[in-house]
């Protein structure tokens, strides 16, 4: 403020003091928060009488806690910016923790506010009442308990800042409901640095040099980025694309990465890790110098940590310490945002004058074609009138026509997933273009993600195309969600791949238990296009090959929420696949390659163990 | 160049400057739980009324990639200042005090106290069957302690852990 004379007008204190929950409603507007998603219950009743009040924000009424920070996720994710969930106390929390750790994992920024009982009855057993931040310290980035109405408002600016500063992740509020009804003072976001919260976001330039001087050097290089690539803003994929384009190395992507580097361009090597593909993991097998750009080296990444990527000298770049030398030992640490790190990277690239090793370039690039020409995600479709669909093709016309709808009317299309082979038959099939047009549950592996993430994401872009595409297993964990489609008239999307099983517990019980397929057939599936039309939507079916062309025109057409249930064939399973415990060239094809799940090789009792 | 992994396990002594607000101690506590790390000792007070801050002493052991990778857990938790590695950063002085009470009578008895004499730990209860030692040093002396009096009658030990700070000038 320029102008100390002309106080801002909201801080001018009226006739009749605040209370609690109007503060709350203030410090969210200022925050900039535009949609909560939300569920009423007792503790909360005042901040929900205090939204009806007002029309700054809107509430979006889930139907499930669990869903509404999903539904914040999907939001956060599609806009870069924080989600917003309010749900009451005791089981209002802990329904929202599943979410919580899910955006944990993920590192996605989202502030829950949950209900409590007075601050007197805190510890009395009362009516729904939670030790709430003692459930979730695990499960969030941080979380506060507001004991003293002068705290009300400088602890939510806090929490929106530490959602989204450093590595992004959710932070909850916990709202005793004497907080929210007492009077209590404003006070604007605070202008000072945080007193002990401050992560750092520009790249150490001596490391930056060094992993030039690196990357230069290099015979068979290799770029793999992640999530933070995508949490750093468009900034961050734009320098990327540059980085990629001006080296001329190859580049690979986590699940979390899709869409950071546009999976069309001949750079790209497609998703890596344990149903990545071929060339990625061979890729990463046999480099020399691995650049690490906002990815965790997980578990489904890595393969066998003391056989993953032997020969190379890696250069990790993260916001968070905490992911540098936890998995894989590197040599080049850089602790910085994704966006800094990659503009100083090009930077520096620019300025350092030597050459790099061209012919041995060429070689690995041959090396890299011959991966590629083996066509690793090469499936055949039956085309015969009356054949079955085979999922794998069902993602890629979806894929096809939504391009080709694009290319006429310019729509965006969001693509969000539940877990299971659907999910990764459309990391594989769907070939992203852009960042934040994906989203699925990674780390935490939630079945029931994938709806609700598609609200929140039509939420924030109604004009888009928003499908959720799913498994017939997964949708059914948070089916409900279609209610509040309908109340909200969002015309999300849900492509169902139903082959009646648990697809990927399926394809494990086939690997490593023999085929006995303890329960993970669902002996009773609801009829789903019964279902979509009992929820106010409208449902389709194809069960064989000639239909599902006319089934995905009829759906993406469809003004209104739409289940589409592709039924596939039931045998099918996710090719490639590094088996638990294996390397990254001990890779398992699909048939098409001769390959089979009983041929698989490193199984071992210690492969078993993992998951 | 692969990366050697180093297996072996070093004890660190680890402090930890924290805001002095409700739930930090569980807030660390927890991430040692959650991730299965080691506490061997761990020791908490307030130490500067002024501005509101802790520190927090853990005893802890691993290789060294796991306590490089408890020190960048500490450091991201949001109320934590500062975090260092005392054994790492140069030499430091760990110290704990233990109250130990020895029961008994006859010779067991007048040799407790003469060890105790010898170790320079204070009488700071006495009746005619029991005494209450307390003692101040380095964890090894202490158990040294602890360990002579076990046949001699020792009944019961508490003990504080450890509270470390750096040589010279060198603050956290």
């Known amino acids: 403020m320029t102008d100390i004379t002309a106080p801002d007008p909201q801080t001018l204190t009226t006739d009749l003091p605040q209370v609690g929950a109007e503060i709350l409603l203030r410090a969210l507007k200022d925050q900039g928060v535009e949609v909560i998603f939300g569920y009423p219950g007792g503790a909360v009743l005042p901040i929900y009488d205090a939204i009806f009040q007002q029309n700054a924000i809107r509430h979006v009424l889930v139907r499930h806690e669990q869903a509404a920070v999903h539904a914040a996720e999907g939001y956060a994710r599609s806009t870069g910016r924080v989600g917003v969930v309010l749900v009451t106390s005791g089981p209002g929390a802990t329904n929202a923790v599943t979410g919580l750790v899910d955006a944990l994992m993920d590192s996605i920024p989202v502030v829950c506010l949950t209900g409590q009982v007075a601050t007197h009855l805190i510890g009395n057993d009362a009516f729904q009442e939670a030790d709430t931040t003692g459930i979730t310290r695990p499960a969030t980035k941080h979380n506060y308990l507001v004991k003293k109405p002068g705290d009300l408002a400088r602890v939510v600016h806090e929490a929106f800042y530490v959602a989204r500063s450093g590595r992004p992740g959710p932070v909850v509020v916990d709202l005793p409901k004497d907080i929210l009804i007492g009077p209590a003072p404003y006070a604007p976001p605070p202008t000072q640095a945080h007193r002990s919260y401050r992560p750092r976001m520009a790249p150490d330039p001596t490391q930056i040099a060094r992993a030039v001087t690196l990357l230069k050097s290099a015979k068979r290089p290799m770029i793999y980025t992640g999530g933070g690539v995508i949490n750093a803003g468009d900034a961050a994929s734009a320098a990327l694309i540059a980085l990629v384009r001006k080296t001329g190395f190859p580049c690979t992507s986590t699940l979390m990465g899709l869409g950071a580097y546009p999976a069309n361009d001949p750079l790209f090597l497609g998703m890596l890790g344990m149903h990545g593909t071929y060339e990625a993991n061979l890729a990463m097998h046999g480099c020399d110098v691995l650049l690490n750009v906002g990815a965790r080296f997980d578990d489904r990444v890595t393969g066998r940590l003391d056989a993953f990527s032997p020969n190379s000298q890696k250069i990790h770049i993260d916001i968070d310490p905490s992911s540098i030398n936890k998995n894989v030992r590197v040599d080049i640490p850089i602790v910085a945002d994704a966006a800094h790190a990659l503009e100083a990277l090009l930077a520096a690239w620019d300025n350092d004058p030597t050459p790099t090793d061209c012919p041995a370039l060429v070689t690995w690039w041959a090396d890299i074609t011959s991966w590629r020409d083996i066509d690793c995600l090469k499936f055949t479709q039956p085309m015969a009138k009356g054949g079955i669909i085979k999922p794998q093709y069902a993602v890629q016309r979806l894929y096809e026509i939504t391009r080709e709808l694009q290319a006429q009317d310019g729509r965006d299309v969001f693509i969000s997933t539940e877990v299971g082979q659907h999910q990764m038959w459309a990391a594989q099939y769907f070939r992203f273009d852009k960042p934040n047009r994906w989203m699925t549950s990674g780390g935490l592996g939630t079945m029931g993600y994938g709806l609700p993430a598609a609200m929140g994401v039509q939420i924030a872009h109604p004009e888009a195309l928003v499908i959720d595409i799913a498994g017939e297993a997964s949708i059914l964990m948070n089916i409900q969600e279609m209610a509040t489609l309908a109340q909200y008239r969002l015309p999300v999307k849900v492509f169902i791949l139903n082959n009646q099983y648990m697809g990927m517990v399926r394809q494990w019980q086939e690997l490593l238990h023999g085929s006995r397929y303890s329960e993970s057939y669902s002996e009773a599936l609801p009829d789903f296009v019964r279902l979509a039309e009992a929820f106010h939507g409208v449902g389709m079916r194809a069960t064989s090959v000639d239909q599902l062309d006319d089934v995905i025109r009829a759906m993406i057409a469809s003004p209104t929420p739409v289940i589409a249930d592709i039924c596939v064939d039931q045998t099918e399973n996710v090719f490639p696949m590094i088996p638990s415990g294996a390397a990254h060239n001990e890779m398992i094809l699909s048939a098409e390659h001769g390959g089979s799940l009983q041929s698989a090789p490193g199984l071992t009792d210690h492969g078993l163990g993992l998951v | ?172």
């Open chain 2, 1 to 172: 160049m692969p990366s050697t992994i180093d297996t072996t396990l070093r004890s660190a002594t680890i402090s930890v400057l924290v805001e002095n607000e409700a739930g930090v101690l569980a807030r660390v506590i927890g991430l040692f739980s959650g991730r299965g790390y080691n506490i061997d000792s761990l020791t908490v007070a307030p130490v500067d009324d002024g501005r509101g801050r802790s520190r927090i002493n853990v005893v802890t052991s691993g290789t060294d990639m796991v306590i490089e990778q408890i020190k960048a857990q500490l450091d991201r938790l949001v109320p934590v200042h500062r975090v260092a590695d005392l054994t790492k950063d140069g030499p430091h002085i760990a110290r704990e005090m233990a109250l130990i009470k020895v029961t008994g009578a006859g010779n067991a008895r007048a040799e407790a106290l003469r060890l105790a004499d010898a170790f320079r730990a204070r009488v700071v209860d006495a009746t005619t069957e029991s005494f209450v030692f307390e003692m101040t040093g380095s964890t090894d002396k202490l158990d040294a302690f602890v360990d002579l009096m076990r046949p001699l009658g020792l009944a019961e030990v508490s003990r504080t852990g450890v509270a470390a700070i750096a040589r010279g000038s060198r603050v956290l």
